[in-house]
């Protein structure tokens, strides 16, 4: 969901400032007048992250949506973290609105200036304790060396291969932008070009600030039977495999079906609908999945063969021919 808005001259200068002011830790962002502005500079007072937190509380309000852009990893080019913060008493067009446009403020901005973006619905996940839960739950690691990279590299290496894929997770990175995903739900995707189910359905598990792909459910069904076979109760992102049968060669396509149903939550359909980019491009770039055709529904019950159907065989317009107009006179 693109929401057609854009990042203001006055938010460039203000972020540009902040870049090469040390003095700032952060800034507050809005959305006014169909753009994006800083609101508020959240200024240094230590060279301590945790310290320099603290105050944050009375400059963000409990029912109030904001943008919050944070001086994380001094002296690092992506040394920024944003966070879009969507408190539950926010107003539901607010909510979808901040929703839409985080990707386009983290882009407009540099992708490369951030290393992480993070959603948080309440004041105490932006405290010194919210953040400590974060960095152990991700356990984030201090830059390495390129030794102490490659002995890492080893280390992981010789765990995958003792642990086995189910024990696993990977990374996937678009930019710096990167979600987790488990060793079950990318061996589920490698499997599904040949494998015995032709249905892989993921999810977001969704924990505080932290979102990670997970393996839902795999089966086996025909295109009509998608509608029953896919959750009607949580958002999915599901890779089906589509034998076309109607060509003069049968073929197998993989068809991608984001659904998310209307009683889903509102954060739920706010980060599923800005995330589904990655559960594409985890299964292009780790299992190596081709997606032919992508489709969206609130409901798995829109989703039917004939859907699929016309999305590869698209009806073509009869052209009528032109008739030439009689010469008058003549019969």
């Avoid at 400032?17 to 753009?35: A, D, W």
């Avoid at 359909?269 to 985890?282: D, E, I, K």
């Amino acid at each position: 969901m693109q929401s057609g808005i854009s990042a203001s001259q006055e938010l460039h200068d203000a972020f540009n400032n902040l870049v090469s002011s040390p003095t700032q830790r952060g800034l507050i962002v809005t959305i006014k007048n169909e753009q994006l502005v800083p609101a508020k500079v959240i200024q240094s007072s230590s060279s301590d992250f945790f310290e320099d937190v603290k105050t944050l509380e009375p400059l963000i309000k409990d029912n109030e949506a904001a943008y919050i852009i944070l001086r994380r990893y001094q002296n690092a080019p992506d040394s920024f973290v944003a966070v879009t913060y969507v408190p539950d008493s926010a107003n539901v067009r607010s909510k979808m609105l901040f929703a839409s446009t985080r990707l386009t403020m983290v882009r407009e901005l540099g992708t490369e200036r951030f290393r992480e973006t993070l959603f948080a619905t309440t004041k105490v996940e932006l405290m010194a304790d919210g953040w400590r839960k974060h960095d152990k739950s991700s356990e984030l690691k201090v830059p390495l060396t390129e030794e102490e990279q490659n002995l890492q590299g080893i280390k992981e290496a010789e765990a995958e291969a003792s642990q086995g894929t189910t024990a696993r997770s990977s990374h996937v990175s678009f930019g710096r932008l990167t979600l987790p995903i488990s060793g079950s739900a990318l061996q589920a995707l490698k499997d599904l070009p040949s494998g015995g189910d032709n249905l892989v359905q993921l999810k977001l598990k969704l924990e505080g600030a932290e979102v990670s792909i997970e393996l839902a459910d795999t089966s086996l069904t025909d295109a009509d039977g998608l509608a029953t076979a896919i959750s009607e109760n949580e958002p999915r992102y599901s890779f089906f495999r589509y034998s076309n049968e109607n060509d003069s060669q049968e073929r197998s396509l993989i068809v991608f079906i984001y659904t998310c149903p209307p009683s889903s939550k509102v954060k739920e359909r706010m980060v599923y609908a800005s995330s589904r980019a990655f559960a594409v491009g985890v299964a292009s770039q780790e299992a190596g999945i081709e997606v032919a055709k992508k489709l969206e529904a609130s409901s798995p019950a829109e989703i039917a063969a004939s859907t699929i159907y016309d999305e590869f065989h698209p009806k073509q317009e009869q052209k009528q021919a032109f008739s030439r107009p009689k010469r008058p006179g003549k019969r």
